[in-house]
């Protein structure tokens, strides 16, 4: 089955107050490209977060993307309720000793201002919400996984489609070949004609000469490559493992075939299905590189 690079996965997991949100989005790369966003507190796990995506995704621009929404409460900002206290009786009694006007509104935001009234934590992690965290990253490159081989499947159905379209246009070029032969003889011997009426020719020296001609035009040699390179890509898009290099470099070589095919033709309705041969490759090379 192929894969495609596009994707998207999510997952959320919940651990206490905190709801941690996994997204991951991926396009097509000659690489893997990965990017990974997380919240501070998680930074040890981005190592490796990094090595199971490289694992799973192999290649790919990547983006993954790491929040952490915490509840309201958890959020407040610890005030040291004893240091505070002592601050603002000693403000009082200051501004009692001293007759000063003592305003609660004016002297409460200077005191938060004060050392030590601010308690500075250190927040621990406990191990089970970084496994909680590489659980949802687990969960999510599946999720993207998943969209790839959905992806994978619109791909494959089309390529094979303009594969097939390939050998029907190939089958219809059999019609103008003998009708080709017949044009290059009419054309040779309308053109000995018109140097002068007088000139006999040699029929066995005609003959060979325009046998030779046709040989150089011979097209049977690119059919037949055209239709082994065709079965090689059918066969390669049912094998199990990442294809998308190796299918487009068998495009190459279909291209190589239908290019020589063209140059060789020497017949209108035969170009005509060339050209038409080579849009279908265009589309197929297009979709060859965004597969894995």
């Known amino acids: 089955m192929l894969l495609s690079m596009t994707g998207y996965g999510k997952a959320e997991r919940v651990f206490g107050n905190k709801k941690i949100v996994v997204e991951v989005r991926s396009l097509n790369s000659r690489q893997l490209d990965f990017n990974l966003r997380l919240p501070a507190i998680y930074r040890e796990l981005e190592m490796e977060i990094r090595t199971r995506a490289a694992k799973e995704l192999e290649r790919g621009k990547v983006d993954m993307s790491i929040t952490l929404e915490e509840a309201a409460e958890s959020q407040a900002i610890p005030i040291n309720d004893s240091v505070f206290m002592a601050y603002y009786r ?23 201002r004060l050392p030590e009234v601010i308690r500075a934590q250190k927040e621990e992690i406990a191990p089970e919400e970084l496994e909680t965290v590489l659980e949802a990253c687990a969960e999510a490159l599946n999720a993207l996984i998943q969209f790839r081989k959905q992806e994978g499947a619109i791909l494959e159905r089309d390529l094979l489609g303009r594969v097939n379209l390939i050998l029907e246009y190939l089958q219809r070029v059999k019609p103008y070949e003998k009708q080709r032969i017949l044009d290059v003889r009419k054309r040779i011997s309308d053109s000995l004609k018109q140097i002068d009426a007088d000139i006999k020719v040699d029929d066995n020296r005609f003959e060979q000469e325009v046998i030779y001609y046709l040989e150089k035009l011979d097209i049977t040699e690119e059919k037949v490559r055209l239709q082994q390179h065709c079965s090689y890509f059918t066969e390669t898009v049912n ?14 070589e279909m291209g190589r075939e239908i290019n020589t ?8 309705e035969i170009q005509k299905i060339v050209v ?3 849009d279908e490759l265009e589309k197929i090379k297009e979709q060859s590189l965004n597969i894995l």
């Open 276 to 278: 038409m041969m080579k």
């Open 90 to 112: 000693q403000l009082i009694d200051i501004a009692s000793k001293n007759s000063i006007n003592f305003n609660p509104a004016e002297v409460v935001p200077a005191i938060l």
């Open 239 to 252: 094998q199990p493992e990442s294809v998308g290099r190796k299918l487009g470099f068998i495009a190459q």
């Open 261 to 268: 095919l063209g140059s060789k033709a020497n017949h209108a």
